[in-house]
């Protein structure tokens, strides 16, 4: 027998996973002027909870833009050359 509440609480927990992502200065690409990253997410949402970070410190960039449900794009400044090597952390909202 199943029970409805558990397989509930169990869908929320799956829909809430957290996806970690990293990525290196050469990923960055110049665009006009500033440097873009486009990653690949995959988590099937349009309205995701993105922490950026370097190390261990949370980064803010210029602008994170959701290209698509499963594509998000960071931009930093080109020049100064803000570029870094981090990793995102991703979550639905």
Do not use: C
Request: without cysteine; proline residues 3%.
């Amino acid at each position: 027998m199943v029970n409805p509440k558990f397989d509930s609480l169990l869908n929320e927990v799956r829909e809430s996973e957290v996806k970690k992502m990293s990525f290196v200065i050469g990923d960055w690409v110049l665009d006009t002027g500033n440097y873009r990253l486009t990653l690949a997410h995959n988590m099937n949402t349009t309205t995701p909870n993105v922490s950026v970070l370097e190390g261990v410190n949370v980064i803010q960039v210029n602008l994170i833009e959701v290209v698509d449900a499963n594509t998000l794009r960071l931009w930093v400044t080109g020049s100064p050359d803000l570029r870094f090597a981090g990793s995102l952390s991703i979550t639905k909202a």
